[in-house]
């Protein structure tokens, strides 16, 4: 009675599987319920981000940094925390009288809009007599919302007129566009990388249904990585810039969308073995989640190494960047694999994977045929490879780097604070309306004055005076210098223009010579001191922060592979790989896009991101490769690894490629930069280095390539 027949078996395994198969399912719908009550809660802080936001360039330099010394210094004497706003008023044929009295009427109202810093000085004209210029003092204390400030002043001084063109520009305007640019970073942004992904997602897949899922996650990847970011920002533990926070986005779906690959190929190849998903969804996790934490972990170290940055905004990035990972990550292995188990395989129509495919799984009608080159030629493969990569890289050699100006800030010349200086740089000396700030003690200021009046490329050397007000251009005749606790301000204008290499060739002249007089303890400032203060930070940060990012990576791929040889080759790839990346983008930069130096913080940012995201196709190769070498050794195991995983890595590289891409639709240079140099780079990690350079090498190596290890006394 107790014996079960023939016919009655299938059906006594059924009833048997049952309490398993509902359990998984019932945990899946909790899950998944659990997850969506977060994103229902969670969703409006990707909107309220911009609250947080700040992309004021003098708040990220540390206050040791001579020009916030300088600043501070100033602001005693002055009474006041400027930055200029510049209107310029230009006829070519001449100024004329009404053009003059419409310059006076504006100032007059200028004066009176909130958070500008009177008393006003009069319009200033040109030598040439073709212009007038009228500095704006606005006060720092304005915040985000000196664009509309900028606004304003737009709003008074009108459009051209009657032959009269009429630009607001300077510092303040610049970085009033700046913040109005970033601004729109958010909405933007994120449907240009919603498209990317989604296009390449329904090319790797062709499935109506299976594209849906890791964009859902990732989704709810962002919004619950935008809490965190906005509770960090809001208590000012970190700076929030525009730049952060259009990398935050691009990094979690891009990183989100990868990992999905990962579990979702994994999870398919075990369909093709199981009849149950949850069964599948078991053995597919159990696979990949290591390799997926693993690489996680390792990119969360890398970007929190930018910690050791001295400027705020680059410091920032770090942990902005680390939390979104680490929301990707907890997402990605919780919620995606539960929207998996409840879609079945429907979701993967028309291709449904099944038990009887299973024969089908192991072999790849493209990556088969790479495997068998590696296998046969694996030497000649390797060297060809790394001959190619450091082909590209001699375009190093063209590399230069200059500090933040507005040309660099605003790929976009259409703008009034771009257009607007050139205008100026016609008519005054470059520097006018944004001069270095010279503050020394007031006993030694004639020595002081008298130096910076010997520095080539200096036009003029003015003393601040207590009747020249908050927007002195001119000197005041007979006035004595201001003196507060005994020491005075200096203003020295350049010829040139004060975002341009040779004002900062300029600034540094400057600071020699006065720093050199006996005891003036003078500290200068200024707009070109800020950028070139930050300029040495970033240099100062690449010399710090590439060492530590190697050995980390280098820690952690020694910890997963427990090997010492392979992590050491799998670096040394991802630096020949980053350098080559840097020479072909610098090439293009100067040769096609015109633009002949990059950002100071452009190969700091690359390079963190292309080693620390590069290193994810090395994890997710060699883990495999050892998995496969446990069973068939190290030769048959790299071409085993290379064949499974081949298509998953390059998918995973095209849709990150794809996500940063969307970086280039932000009229910023370094985002566009970086929009460009890191799509590349991830392509030629997943194209040549990953499926070419290191499994070749590897095999090459063999069982050797696990030395000191135990697999390295193995079978071959």
């Known amino acids: 009675m107790g014996r079960v027949t023939g016919t009655s078996k299938p059906i006594a395994d059924g009833v048997a599987a049952m309490p398993s198969r509902n359990i998984g399912t019932l945990i899946a719908v909790v899950v998944t319920l659990g997850w969506l009550v977060v994103g229902g809660v969670a969703h409006s802080f990707p909107g309220r981000l911009g609250q947080v936001e700040t ?57 009176e809009v909130q958070w500008v810093v009177g008393p006003l000085a009069s319009p200033v004209p040109s030598q040439d007599g073709q212009a007038l210029l009228q500095v704006v003092p606005i006060d720092n204390a304005v915040g985000q919302a000196e664009n509309d400030v900028v606004d304003q002043l737009r709003t008074i001084a009108g459009g051209d007129r009657d032959g009269l063109t ?16 970033l601004a729109g970073v958010g909405g933007r942004l994120l449907a240009v990388t919603l498209g990317a992904v989604l296009v390449v997602l329904l090319i790797i ?52 969308t990868d990992y999905a690959l990962l579990l979702i190929a994994r999870y398919r190849e075990e369909l093709t073995r199981r009849a149950r998903p949850v069964d599948a969804m078991r053995v597919a996790w159990r696979g990949a989640a290591p390799a997926i934490i693993a690489s996680g972990s390792t990119v969360i170290l890398g970007l929190l190494a930018l910690l050791l940055s001295v400027l705020s905004s680059t410091r920032s990035l770090g942990p902005v960047s ?50 068998r080159l590696v296998g046969r030629r694996d030497r000649l493969v390797w060297v060809v490879a790394a001959i190619c990569l450091g082909v590209a890289a001699l375009g190093v050699t063209q590399l230069g780097k200059q500090a933040i100006n507005q040309d660099d800030l605003l790929f976009s010349g259409h703008r009034s604070s771009v257009s607007g200086q050139r205008v100026l740089d016609q008519h005054y000396p470059g520097g006018t309306g944004s001069p270095a700030i010279i503050v020394t003690n007031a006993e030694t200021v004639n020595q002081v004055t008298a130096a910076a009046r010997q520095v080539s490329g200096i036009a003029t050397v003015t003393p601040f005076t207590a009747q020249g007000g908050a927007s002195a251009t001119a000197p005041q005749p007979g006035a004595a210098p201001k003196v507060v606790n005994g020491r005075v301000q200096v203003n020295a204008t350049t010829t040139a223009a004060p975002d341009s290499d040779s004002a900062e060739q300029t600034l540094r002249r400057l600071r020699t010579a006065v720093h050199a007089v006996p005891g003036s303890d003078s500290v200068v400032g200024g707009s070109t001191a800020t950028n070139v203060d930050t300029a040495n930070a970033a240099d100062r940060d690449q010399q710090v922060i590439f060492p530590v990012v190697l050995v980390v990576i280098l820690f952690c791929l020694a910890v997963l592979l427990r090997a010492l040889l392979a992590p050491i080759l799998l670096v040394l790839t991802v630096v020949l790989s980053f350098t080559a990346t840097v020479g072909i983008c610098v090439i293009a930069f100067r040769y096609l896009l015109n633009i002949p130096k990059v950002d100071p913080e452009f190969l700091l940012f690359a390079f963190v991101f292309l080693v620390a995201l590069g290193v994810d196709y090395n994890v997710f190769l060699m883990s495999r490769v ?64 990953r499926s070419l350079l290191v499994p070749a090498l590897s095999h090459d190596l063999g069982r050797r390539i696990w030395w000191p290890g135990r697999l390295a006394r193995g079978r071959r």
């Open 55 to 111: 992309d004021n360039f003098q708040t990220f330099l540390p206050a040791s940094a001579e020009s916030q010394q300088a600043q501070s210094q100033s602001r005693d004497i002055t009474g006041a925390d400027t930055t200029p706003a510049l209107v310029v008023y230009e006829r070519p044929g001449g100024i004329t009288t009404d053009d003059q009295e419409r310059a006076m009427s504006d100032m007059t109202r200028f004066g």
């Open 166 to 181: 009429v630009e607001v520009t300077g510092p303040a305007a610049l970085r009033g566009d700046l913040i109005t640019v």
């Open 205 to 256: 897949y062709r499935s109506p249904v299976l594209w849906a899922l890791p964009l859902i996650a990732a989704g709810l990847s962002y919004v619950l990585a935008t809490v965190f970011v906005y509770w960090l920002a809001d208590a000012d533990v970190i700076k929030l810039s525009g730049e952060s926070r259009g990398i935050l986005t691009v990094l979690v779906f891009g990183a989100g």
């Open 322 to 371: 680390a939390i979104g990972i680490a929301c990707t990550l907890l997402v990605m292995l919780t919620f995606l694999p539960a929207l998996l188990v409840l879609g079945g395989r429907r979701v993967f129509w028309p291709r449904i994977p099944r038990p009887e495919q299973h024969a089908d799984a192991t072999s790849h009608r493209f990556w088969t045929p790479v495997a």
């Open 626 to 689: 050892r998995q496969e070498s446990e069973r068939l050794g190290t030769r048959a195991g790299v071409l085993s690894a290379l064949t499974a995983t081949g298509g998953v890595i390059t998918s995973a590289g095209v849709v990150l490629a794809a996500t940063f891409a969307a970086l280039t639709v932000l009229p910023v240079r370094i985002l566009v930069e970086l929009g460009i140099a890191l799509p590349v780079g991830l392509l030629i990690d997943t194209i040549v280095v």
